[in-house]
């Protein structure tokens, strides 16, 4: 299984980026898929889920009204629409496969039960 996180950069305070996450090596859809995030100096800190049956929806508080995530399961793609961005939310984001098809589970996993991991994509925003 391969994660393959894309779509980071250098944007001012109140812009949009938009992340994605390709899969392979798996079917794409019967895990919940999250995204974290670690900032300079901080520990990694999940941002969001979407579960795999359903794709019902979860967010860390500092993003909701603000990030939007999504699947295509035909492209076997997770998406992480990030609106309103602030200087606060520069970091390496990754995306990961969760270990349970529903996000509660998944959300309360430690790091090392996830077994796929994508290598990070740097989000700067700055003026």
């Known amino acids: 299984v391969q994660l393959q996180a894309s779509g980071g950069g250098l944007v001012q305070p109140g812009g949009s980026l938009r992340l994605s996450c390709v899969a392979s090596g798996y079917a794409g859809d019967e895990h919940a898929m999250l995204w974290f995030r670690q900032a300079p100096g901080k520990e990694r800190e999940w941002v969001s889920c979407?579960?795999?049956?359903?794709?019902?929806?979860y967010y860390v508080d500092s993003v909701k009204g603000r990030f939007t995530t999504s699947r295509d399961n035909a492209k076997k793609t997770t998406y992480l629409q990030m609106n309103s961005l602030k200087p606060e939310d520069t970091a390496v984001y990754y995306c990961?496969?969760?270990?349970?098809?529903?996000?509660?589970?998944?959300?309360?996993?430690?790091?090392?039960?996830?077994?796929?991991w994508g290598q990070g994509t740097l989000v700067t925003v700055s003026s």
């Open positions: 990961a496969r969760g270990p349970y098809p529903g996000c509660t589970s998944s959300m309360d996993s430690p790091f090392d039960a996830f077994d796929s």
């Open positions: 979407v579960s795999g049956p359903g794709g019902t929806t």
